[in-house]
């Protein structure tokens, strides 16, 4: 199993609030996803990674911004959590993006109050 | 723009039975790359395999197996015999290669097999 951690496993927060959530490799991949999955969506891209301090938006980016100061971490924050981002959120890892597989975490479960 | 569709929400099948899961995409590019993932009731993600868009050769890997047709752009999943543990949801990703970093996942098809 490629090694890839997230934290916490399971969050509850308040609407207003500010939410981090982090991902952890050891594989030393340079590219790193979040995905959020909901019912009847599948998994969408929120942001992702290419290199430390390289990011770039995904198909749902508004809401939550991603920094990447370690090859290893990619933390993804909402500013201020909304009902509307309550979601089981993954993280992925990728050795390069031509078509190569991504590696996913274990994934956060996140519900907004 | 890409994109995948999985028409089949839920399967259910009895254990030993073959099944299908189905999956069509839509890309302008040449060069892509097709995924299935399967999320068992744990959660987790699991790779099953990666084609590209020259590989048109059907793959064969124990009970699965896997039919790309470029013609009807269709990359559909059989299980032969299946099992118990081969419920879960399935789901079928699309990375074009004028996407960089952008693999597009369909809404997933939830197989459940019974006993």
């Known amino acids: 199993d490629a090694g890839i951690t997230q934290s916490p496993r399971h969050k509850v927060t308040e609407t207003g609030t500010p939410v981090t959530l982090r991902c952890h490799q050891t594989e030393n991949h340079r590219y790193m996803y979040w995905y959020r999955q909901d019912p009847g969506h599948g998994l969408r891209l929120i942001h992702y990674?290419?290199?430390?301090?390289?990011?770039d938006k995904g198909e749902v980016s508004d809401g939550y911004s991603v920094s990447r100061s370690k090859t290893e971490d990619f933390l993804l924050t909402l500013e201020s959590a909304t009902s509307s981002q309550t979601s089981v959120y993954f993280c992925?890892?990728?050795?390069?993006?031509?078509?190569?597989?991504?590696?996913f975490g274990p994934g956060t479960r996140l519900t907004v109050t | 723009a890409q994109k995948v569709t999985q028409a089949q929400t839920e399967i259910s099948v009895v254990e030993k039975e073959d099944v299908t899961l189905d999956c069509v995409y839509e890309?302008?590019?040449?060069?892509?790359?097709l995924f299935w993932y399967k999320q068992p009731p744990s959660g987790e993600l699991v790779f099953l395999i990666r084609r590209n868009s020259f590989d048109e050769q059907n793959e064969i890997s124990g009970r699965y197996s896997w039919n790309f047709q470029k013609s009807t752009s269709s990359f559909n999943f059989t299980i032969t015999a299946s099992q118990v543990v081969d419920s879960a949801v399935y789901f079928c990703?699309?990375?074009?290669?004028?996407?960089?970093?952008?693999?597009?996942f369909g809404q997933g098809t939830t197989l459940q097999v019974k006993p």
């Open positions: 990674s290419y290199g430390v301090k390289d990011t």
């Open positions: 990703a699309l990375h074009g290669s004028s996407n960089t970093g952008k693999l597009s």
């Open positions: 992925a890892i990728s050795e390069w993006t031509g078509g190569h597989e991504q590696y």
């Open positions: 890309t302008r590019d040449t060069t892509y790359y």
